[in-house]
């Protein structure tokens, strides 16, 4: 049960978390320190910010659930993640910091023009707001639970929007550095508080579950049977999906690339891309520890004996009930870090988006520093407020949540990746050639996501091959509809810069 001192953990938390944001992130004066923190954050700092944005709540709820009801097989897809990091940091890094760009989707717009570059960041948008808003959801889940057990009734609608409220006072106000430096503090609480709940568990139990976990097979991380397509626990899907996963969120998605380009170099945004899929690794390991750690403490019970309503309250359950108080704070205090630092890193990430992809796109004279902080701010509050309804949407959703979140992200992956790939590789493309390969692409892969989710509740890619299959469907349609020009396409915009 909680107590009074858990809530002033938590409360507290909010408070300092906030004006920690506003007291590292100094004065904003233009779109260049607001959205990139003038070229100037530590590349640990940004390592460490990039793992806690792709981590969230889901990693913390999420991950534990994995283990407890299977293995640590997991792991497998941060091989891959780690694999698709390196070649991210010497591929396509160094083009975004030889053009000087504040979004990933400015390569686009240079290489194809800009209706390519607008499609690309309002894809991005759909796509963030989507698997974002289930993050959200994720975060809620714990505080509910906690908020029913002492009696007092409230909505999931509720608790998002006070989360959402306090993330975009330090983002509308601080920016990206501010979003940096809160991500490093909240990433090493959510780690400390997996850790703590390992030793904790231990403890109380004599530490006999880890031995009981590998007499049932549960240590396993290598799985080599299973059909390749169809089942997400194979190595072939999760090592190759998870290198080509980690190659469209880390060198396509303004998410992670915003946070690169706040470096100071192209070699400290290497560093810090290459160390951040080791650490993301190791924090994998770290909760699919904490699943194995809660299935010896439950004593192998299901989560419908633990009379639980989503697989995910399991982790939840244990910081309420398990823990001493204090603790429990502190944990739920981590739960809210994640969430807190991914709906921030996405607030900035979205609002750059809108005001370099899109609102810049459509006017017709140059957009001023100051215009383009002022409307960043609003973007910034807009997309906070609209995080609410997918939440809503994806609340009755009984699945794992974080293959969930990853699935909705993997639909438009492929596309974005194939999109820079394509550009990079075939010579011959313009922009309408790129634009209805990246459509085809995102349908294609909506078409398995709605028909397992929603139709035919078979899996028949699993949710690792979506960026793949988008990036090969990208090749073959745009390959075969630039041989409709006689010679390869010259790049418009850097013509006419020429003149």
Partial sequence: MLHTVDLVVIIAYLAATAWLGLKLSGKQTGVKDYFLGGRDLPWWAVCLSVVATETSALTVIGIPVISFLGDISYLQLALGYIVGRVIVAFFMLPRYYEGEMVTAYAYLGKRFGQSTQTTAGITFMFTRLLADGIRVLAAAIPLKLILDGMGISTNYFTIIVVLAVVTILYTFIG????????????????????????????????????????????????????????????????????????????????????????????????????????????????????????????????????????????????????????????????????????????????????????????????????????????????????????????????????????????????????????????????????????????????????QEKYITGEVWVAWQWYPLLGVIVTFAVGGLLSLRHGAPAVEQPELERTR
């Fill in 175 to 450: 920016g990206i550095k501010a979003v940096v430096w809160v991500d490093v503090a909240q990433m090493c609480l959510y780690v400390f508080g997996g850790i703590l709940a390992i030793v904790v568990i231990s403890v109380q139990t004599g530490g006999g579950w880890l031995a009981d976990a590998a007499d049932a097979g549960k240590l396993n991380m290598f799985v080599f049977s299973g059909n390749p397509i169809s089942d997400s626990s194979a190595f072939i899907p999760s090592f190759i999906g998870g290198a080509v996963f980690a190659m469209a969120s880390h060198g396509s998605d303004q998410l992670v690339v915003q946070r690169l380009l706040t470096c100071r170099s192209k070699v400290e945004a290497q560093k810090a891309l290459i160390w951040s899929g080791i650490i993301v690794f190791f924090q994998f390991a770290v909760f699919l520890t904490v699943g194995l750690a809660l299935w010896g403490y439950y004593d192998r019970a299901t989560p419908d004996e633990l009379g639980l309503t989503r697989n995910d309250e399991i982790f939840p359950l244990f910081i309420i009930e398990g823990l001493p108080q204090g603790i429990s704070g502190l944990l739920l205090a981590g739960i809210l870090a994640a969430a807190m630092s991914t709906l921030s890193s996405s607030l900035s990430a979205l609002s750059s988006s809108t005001v370099t992809d899109v609102y810049a796109r459509f006017r017709k004279t140059p957009m001023t520093d100051a215009e383009g902080l002022r409307v960043g701010r609003w973007a910034t509050i807009g997309w906070g407020l609209a995080f609410i309804a997918p939440a809503t949407v994806f609340q009755s959703d009984e699945g794992n949540i974080v293959i969930l979140a990853l699935g909705v992200a993997g639909i438009t992956y492929g596309g974005l990746l194939g999109a820079f790939l394509f550009g990079m590789v075939n010579k011959r493309a313009n922009a309408v050639d790129a634009n209805i390969a990246f459509t085809a692409a995102v349908a294609v892969n909506a078409f398995f996501f709605v």
